[in-house]
């Protein structure tokens, strides 16, 4: 069968079974290396990208959701020089541990920002409670996150954080 999708502001076409994971198009059709597989069910967020801007696990949603539709993963909101405001928060908190649930990490913190810009603990917690980290690294995700709205707030981080 064939799919039309827009992957990161690119439209392509392709030939594949409508069942297949998103995951599987972005990663072996696509060649985007940056969304990870994790757990393949669901569960543990690694897989996240947006679909219309919601972040969905890509792992357990099958191609033909996305047909028709605007998919964007880690590599569509990090510009060309440099990094996204979450990418250098990340960084500059010290959050990378092992490095693997990065990707949907930050997927699901720009979401929350884009429709938050002012987040409180609470708020950062629930949103990001569907994202696991094997290396624990949560209360510097937390602090991260808040440094991004903050520079939001005061007008240094892009409008799409």
Request: glycine residues 12%; charged residues 15%.
């Amino acid at each position: 069968m064939a799919l039309t999708l827009t992957v990161n502001g690119h439209t392509r076409t392709l030939a594949i079974e409508d069942d297949t994971p998103l995951l599987w198009v972005i990663r072996d059709e696509l060649g985007l290396k940056g969304t990870k597989f994790g757990c393949g069910a669901g569960l543990c967020g690694a897989c996240t990208v947006h679909l219309d801007g919601a972040p969905v696990r890509s792992c357990s949603t099958p191609v033909s959701m996305a047909a028709g539709r605007s998919v964007t993963t880690i590599e569509g909101i990090t510009p060309a020089e440099g990094l996204h405001p979450l990418q250098q928060a990340w960084v500059d908190h010290g959050v990378p541990q092992c490095g693997y649930c990065q990707s949907g990490q930050i997927m699901t913190a720009a979401h929350l920002l884009a429709y938050n810009a002012s987040p409180g603990d609470d708020e950062i917690v629930a949103a990001m409670s569907g994202n696991l980290c094997r290396c624990g690294t949560y209360s510097k995700i937390i602090a991260a996150v808040k440094s991004v709205a903050a520079k939001h707030q005061q007008g240094e981080a892009r409008d799409d954080a």
